[in-house]
């Protein structure tokens, strides 16, 4: 069953989050719709821009059509992830999403809100949500790269006047995650105290946390065991400041590394165990069943295990 994100945002709002996968692969979509209906749990599936064109947009779609056909008590949004202008307005004409995410939170904050106002307008006329970032991010996502130096933290201050003035939905705030697979690098973590005052100035607003994987050191050294050069510096947020996030307003983590590390992890165990093999449906099989693992535990994390079937619609 496909449902608006607002009716997610509004039974969870501080009490527990709702997981945002990002796709790329039939593995990742049968093992996310097959974790969503097992646990009974809420979820959002989302792709960027480029996972879209990995092959052809109809592509993902087509896998989410069918996989909630085969997982028909499957609860689930879907989103795009960064877009700017041209994504946005061709995903909301496509019919197929229920929200967009407006990313021109490189600009500086006048432009930002233009940008994101004008996607507003076009999303609210077919009731797609809209999904906006303020403050930037560090690490890479895809194609969108910044520069440590230049990663900024969300100013509390801005956050009223930039909902006010776009009529965005949610918002994503840069409070010390980033993306990729070495968020804390410098060592910060969450910034509670940001995140607080975000919360007052704009109290039960749905607030989105990018960057939310928990890149386990276990998938980094099985990787590294198996012939990979990850840094062992690689490190995610701990579960414990996911907990702790939700009770300051977080509805929607994205998580997008943590299959990443999974699917590296699969396959060069498969490959270097079993030299012999070569058959893509054996590690393809494999990294199904351990994204669906992976999810079921994260559902059980964000406190979203059980609610699908309690939303109050
Ligand atoms: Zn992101």
Known sequence: MIVSPKIFYENCYGKYAIPAINIFTLEQVFGL???????????????????RNYTHPEMLLGMIKAASRVYPKATFAIHLDHGNEAHALDAIASNHFNSVMIDASHDPFKTNVKRTRSVVIEAHKKNVLVEAELGVLSGVEDDLSVEEKSARYTEPAEVEEFVKE?????????????????????GQGIQFHILKEIQNRIPNFPIVLHGGSAVNATEIRRINEHGGQLKTNAKGVPPGDIIEAIKYGVCKINIATDLRLIWARVHREFFIDTPDQFDPIIPGKTYMEECEQFIIEKFDLLGATGKASELKL
Request: glycine content about 10%; proline content about 5%.
């Open 33 to 51: 719709f097959s974790a969503g209906q097992k646990a009974n749990a809420p979820f959002i599936v989302q792709m960027t821009p480029v996972a």
């Open 166 to 186: 776009t009529q965005c939905d949610s918002l994503a705030v840069a409070v010390g995650t980033s993306h990729g697979a070495y968020k804390f690098s410098g």
